[in-house]
């Protein structure tokens, strides 16, 4: 079985040799403006494009919770988009917006895919930041979905 590897960096410039995935968790609204996201705007356009896209005709495609899109943005560079997050958080929010059983089944999609592309897959602590989630509970489904499938995993804690 593959382990994760934990390195202090920036996920949007993933490390190593080969075709590469940066997931990342998104919310069911279509909002893309905070957090993590702002970061893969700031390198590539693509990925809040496709999602906005997705979401505005999610009438006629799969979008919601634990869906999956990913999106090319160099030839050996690819943004997964996961629906792990229900709504957003305001100051009338009460719980967190993250969705375990979203991401799990997000990770499942992604873990296929992964294998199809021959690729290793690359995060910050997805559904820790904006999603209000915890590590301790994320962890266990990078493992049992990637990890466990020998799909190679790195964890960046941005500096």
Request: proline share 4%; aromatic share 8%.
């Amino acid at each position: 079985m593959a382990e994760i590897t934990y390195v202090r960096g920036d996920a949007t410039a993933p490390r190593g040799k080969g075709v590469k995935v940066i997931a990342h968790v998104c919310n069911d609204l279509g909002g893309w403006g905070k957090g993590f996201v702002l970061a893969l705007s700031r390198r590539w356009p693509e990925p809040e494009a496709a999602y906005r896209r997705w979401h505005r005709e999610r009438a006629k495609n799969d979008f919601g919770l634990g869906a999956l899109q990913l999106v090319q943005v160099e030839r050996y560079v690819w943004v997964a988009n996961l629906v792990g997050q229900r709504g957003i958080r305001t100051g009338r929010s009460s719980g967190a917006p993250v969705r375990y059983e979203a991401i799990d089944a997000g990770l499942a999609a992604l873990g296929g895919r992964a294998l199809e592309l021959g690729a290793s897959v690359h995060m910050p602590r997805i559904g820790c930041g904006l999603a209000g989630g915890r590590w301790e509970r994320v962890e266990p489904l990078v493992t049992d979905r990637l990890t466990a499938h020998e799909v190679p995993v790195t964890v960046y804690d941005f500096d």
